[in-house]
Nanobody, 130 residues
Framework: QVQLVESGGGSVQAGGSLRLSCLAS????????MAWLRQAPGKKREGVAS???????TYADPAKGRFTISVNKAEKALFLQMDSLTPEDTAMYYC????????????????????????RGPGTQVNVSS
């Protein structure tokens, strides 16, 4: 079992930036899929971005061009740089992992389907005001 802890959330005005971090502990193989998910009040949880061990990434449409996912494998750390934030980005953000399967091996093929992940952190809240 991998333990995940997110940090970096907070309150920011529209147009601002935040950088989320996620630290993992436990066994992670050379093939893994890590992702950022989010859930806004009253809405279903959705995938934001995912990354494979080889560094390849996939972004959901709302994140394209504004968010950047990255990973430091040596430190077992996942990041999400969020720029040009809008009030629609307000949500609880979760880090998720499949520690032995790359994103393309998951049922959703891209690592953006929240139900593909059984391991995720407690979340960090992001609030964007207009």
């Amino acid at each position: 079992q991998v333990q995940l802890v997110e940090s970096g959330g907070g309150s920011v005005q529209a147009g601002g930036s935040l950088r989320l971090s996620c630290l993992a502990s436990g066994y992670i193989s050379q093939y893994f899929c890590m992702a950022w998910l989010r859930q806004a009040p009253g809405k279903k949880r959705e995938g934001v971005a995912s990354i494979n061990a080889d560094g390849s990434t996939t972004y959901a449409d709302p994140a394209k061009g504004r968010f950047t996912i990255s990973v430091n494998k040596a430190e077992k750390a996942l990041f999400l740089q969020m720029d040009s934030l809008t009030p629609e980005d307000t949500a609880m953000y979760y880090c998720a992992i499949d520690p032995i399967m790359g994103c393309r091996g998951l049922p959703g093929f891209k690592g953006l389907n929240p139900t593909d992940f059984t391991m995720r952190g407690p979340g960090t809240q992001v609030n964007v005001s207009s």
